[in-house]
C-alpha cells in the first residue's frame, strides 16, 4: 500500500514539474505599450516641475510633414496627442508632395533660428525628389529629436552623451526595465539601417563606462545580404535577437535559443483572408514565443516607446538650449 502511495506521489511531482515547464515555455510578453505610457506619466511629473519651480516656458516641438502618405500623417497625429499628453507645446508644418527641396530646406533653417523651437523632426520618408541624408544635416544638431543629424551619429559611434535615434533608444530602455541581462551576452541585430540596426548595435557593444553608458554584449549584425543559413547559424546562439528588417516571418521558432529575448522592431501590413489587414512584425509571434523568454507584441511592443522616447529627447532639447543640463 504504501509503495502505491509512493507511486502516486511521485507521479503527481512529474505530472507538476511538467506542468511547470511547459508554463515556462510560453514567454513573457514585453509590454512596450505599458512602458511608454509609464514614461510619459513619469515625463509629466518632470516637466511639470520643470516649468512650474524654474520659470520655464513648456518645451516645445515642430514636425514637418511633406506629402499626403497616409501612415506618415497618422505617425505624427501619434506624436503631437503624445506631446500634448506630457505638456510639450507642439505644432505640425505641412508641405505638399510638390515642394522642392530647397523648400524644405528654407523651412529648416526658419526653424532652427526660432528660439520658441525645441525639437524639429521632418516625418520621414520625403519624396523621392528630396534628399532625405540632406534634409536630415540641415536640422540643428541641438533641436535634432531624431538622432538622425551626422554629428548627433558621429557622437553616438563614439559614445558621446547626444540625442539617440528614438527606436534604438526605446529598445535600450525596454531590456533595461525588464532587466535582461546583457553584459558579456551573445546579440544578433538583424537590420542595418542608419536609424534603427545601426545605433542599436553601437549602443549594446559599447562599454558602459562611457560618456553614453553602452551594455557591454557581443554583437553580429545581419542584414539582407546575410545568407539565411548565416543568419540561422548566428541567431541559434544568440540570447538577444532584434530585428528590424521588414521582412515577415524573418524570424521562426527553429532559430530561436530557448529563454532567448526576442526584440520584434518590424512592422509590416498585411491582408488576411478576410480580406482585413493587420500589422505584424518580423517574428513568427505564436511559434516563437513558445520558445523564447521574452518577446515585444507587433502592435504594442517598441512602436508606442519609439513615440516615448521622442517626448524624452524633445525635453531633453528644451533643458540643453536653456543650459539646465
Known sequence: MRFILNLVQTINRTMTSEILSNVRKVAEI?????????????????IDEWVQNNNNRAPSLVAVIVGEDPASKKYVENKMNAAKEVGITSKTIKLESSATEKDILNLINKLNKDDTVDGILVQLPVPEHVSERTVCNAVDPRKDIDGFHINNMGKL???????????????????????????????????RSKNVGLPMAMLLHSDYRNE????????????????REELVYFAKRADIIISATGVVNLI???????GAC?????????????????????????????????????????G??????????????????????
Not at 169 to 190: A, D, H, P, Q, S
Request: proline share 6%.
Open 157 to 191: 559611434c563614439v559614445n558621446n552623451e547626444t540625442f539617440v535615434p528614438c527606436t534604438a533608444l526605446g529598445v535600450m530602455e525596454l531590456i533595461k526595465r525588464y532587466k535582461i541581462k546583457t553584459f558579456g551576452k551573445n546579440v544578433v541585430v538583424c537590420g
Open 30 to 46: 514585453i509590454d512596450g505599450k505599458k512602458v511608454a505610457g509609464d514614461i510619459r506619466k513619469e515625463l509629466k511629473r518632470e
Open 262 to 302: 526576442i526584440i520584434d522592431v518590424g512592422i509590416t501590413r498585411i491582408q488576411t483572408e478576410d480580406g482585413k489587414t493587420k500589422l505584424v512584425g518580423d517574428v513568427d509571434f505564436d511559434g516563437v514565443s513558445k520558445v523564447a523568454g521574452h518577446i515585444t507584441p507587433v502592435p504594442g511592443g517598441v
Open 252 to 258: 521562426t521558432p527553429d532559430m530561436v535559443k530557448p
Open 212 to 227: 553614453l553608458p553602452g551594455l557591454e554584449a557581443t554583437v553580429t549584425l545581419c542584414h539582407r545580404n546575410t545568407p
Open 304 to 325: 508606442p516607446m519609439t513615440v516615448a522616447m521622442l517626448m524624452k529627447n524633445t525635453f531633453q532639447a528644451a533643458k540643453s538650449l536653456k543650459g539646465t543640463t
